[in-house]
Each structure stands twice: as structure tokens, then as C-alpha cells.
């Protein structure tokens, strides 16, 4: 049985890339790089400028949609070594049914959130129906009740990156689902999983920071900060263990 690489893209592409960069199954995730990788693009300036009016257009939720198909095509072309990972906006169109993938992978993955809120949410509506001031013996079953549900939606948000990850690697909606396989990632790549998820809340604090101090606007810091993430999480899967022997990474085509 024929092992695939989920990392290489398909054969016959015309299309030629500059080199691959390398990295070897197991090294550490370059903090540093995942902040500046987004300025060392020979056009980035355009993309940002682009990538800022989709992130108003998220206002009206179809920019959102766009914004996750960008994401995901980052994830995989730094997956795959491209040296300079930015996707150009030139395929609107592919991009957008595979922001929905991603954004229909994440609603089904808030199912457990909303059902743990639900859960909390109705005794709490039911009894404050009835009694202004609940007693001790009802604090005692909603504490335990409220701290489950904030588990269940901390758990899904550290666990997503990782079906994102794989959905935008292998290209398939499916990938997403795969429970068994998600987790093995995440185990695989623990250190770097992790160091990449917080490389997406660093962006997003300078983001924040860059905005109050410098003035600089909340739409291409945001965007930036969602570039960053993206970027992180395509350098785990660059570095996956469980890629060994599967044969080198090439640069994508897209």
C-alpha cells in the first residue's frame, strides 16, 4: 500500500517555484520568523492592503469566508516550504468554497461549546424564574455545571487548530472530522503545536499594542495577526514527525 504525501501537491504543474526551504521532522518552530515572515514577501504591502478590505467585509460575514480560505491556503503552502507562503488574491473563487469548508469545520466542531452552554444555561434560566437568590445547594450545581461548559470551549479552542491544520494540508473536508488522527498530531508536535498557538495570541497582543501606539489601523493589524497564526501552524506541519519517510516537501503551485 502506496503511502501519500498530504504535503506534496499534484504532478504535472507547470508552474515553476522557487526552492523549497527545508526543515527537518522534529525541530523547533521559529518564533522569531512566524512574527516577521509576513514583511519579508516581495509584495506584501498589496496583499495587506487586500487583505483589509476582506477583513471589512467581515463585518458582513462573506469577507470571513474569504479570510479562512486565505488562512488555510497559507497553512498549506508553509507546509510545503514555500519560501514566500502569502497566497496571492487571484483565486477568489477557490478560495472562497475552501474558506467554507473551514468555516463549516469549525461550526460543527462548536457543537459540543453550545450544548455544554446549553447545559449550563437552562437550569440557570429555569431557576432564576423562580428564585431571585438561589441557594447554596443550587450554587453547588451550577459551579461545577459553569466550569465544565468554559472546559468544553477551551478544549474545542485548542483543539481546532489542529483539524484546521490537517483540512488545509490534505485538502480534505473530512480531515477535519478525523478525531483519532487530529489528536495524534497535536501529540506528535506538542511543543511546536502549542508555541504556534501562542505565536497567534503574541501577534494579536502586538496588534492590539501596534494600534494604540502607533496608530496603526485595527484592519491590517488584525489581518496580520490572523497571518501569523496561519503561518504557525503550517510551520508545525512542516516540522511533523509524521512525515518521516514520506520523501522531501516541494513548494506548491497555489
Given at each position: ?46 496583499k495587506l492592503i487586500i487583505g483589509s ?69 437552562l437550569p440557570m434560566v429555569f431557576l ?127
Amino acid at each position: 500500500m502506496s503511502t501519500i504525501n498530504p504535503y506534496v501537491p499534484p504532478s504535472g504543474s507547470s508552474v515553476r517555484s522557487p526552492p523549497a526551504v527545508s526543515a527537518q521532522p522534529g525541530s523547533a518552530l521559529d518564533f522569531g520568523r512566524a512574527l516577521r515572515f509576513f514583511f519579508q514577501d516581495p509584495n506584501w504591502v498589496q496583499k495587506l492592503i487586500i487583505g483589509s478590505l476582506f477583513t471589512i467585509f467581515s463585518m458582513f460575514l462573506i469577507g470571513g469566508v474569504f479570510i479562512a480560505g486565505y488562512a488555510a491556503r497559507l497553512v498549506r503552502r508553509t507546509a510545503r516550504g514555500e519560501p514566500y507562503p502569502l497566497p496571492e488574491w487571484d483565486d477568489l473563487g477557490g478560495m472562497f468554497v475552501e474558506g467554507l469548508s473551514v468555516i463549516g469545520a469549525y461550526l460543527i466542531h462548536l457543537v459540543p461549546a453550545v450544548v455544554g452552554a446549553g447545559v449550563v444555561l437552562l437550569p440557570m434560566v429555569f431557576l432564576g424564574a423562580r428564585d431571585s437568590d438561589p441557594s447554596p445547594a443550587v450554587l453547588f450545581v451550577l459551579i461545577p455545571l459553569i466550569l465544565l461548559a468554559t472546559l468544553v470551549f477551551f478544549a474545542v479552542l485548542l483543539y481546532f487548530p489542529a483539524a484546521f491544520t490537517r483540512l488545509a494540508v490534505e485538502e480534505r473536508f473530512g480531515a477535519a472530522l478525523e478525531l483519532d488522527a487530529n489528536w495524534a498530531f497535536v501529540k506528535r508536535n506538542m511543543s511546536n503545536y502549542f508555541l504556534a498557538i501562542a505565536a497567534f495570541f503574541v501577534a494579536n497582543f502586538l496588534a492590539q499594542f501596534g494600534i494604540l501606539l502607533f496608530c496603526i489601523g485595527i484592519l491590517p493589524a488584525t489581518f496580520w495577526s490572523q497571518c501569523v497564526g496561519a503561518y504557525a501552524l503550517g510551520e508545525v506541519a512542516l516540522r511533523d514527525r509524521g512525515r518521516v519517510g514520506q520523501g522531501p516537501l516541494k513548494a506548491a503551485s497555489r
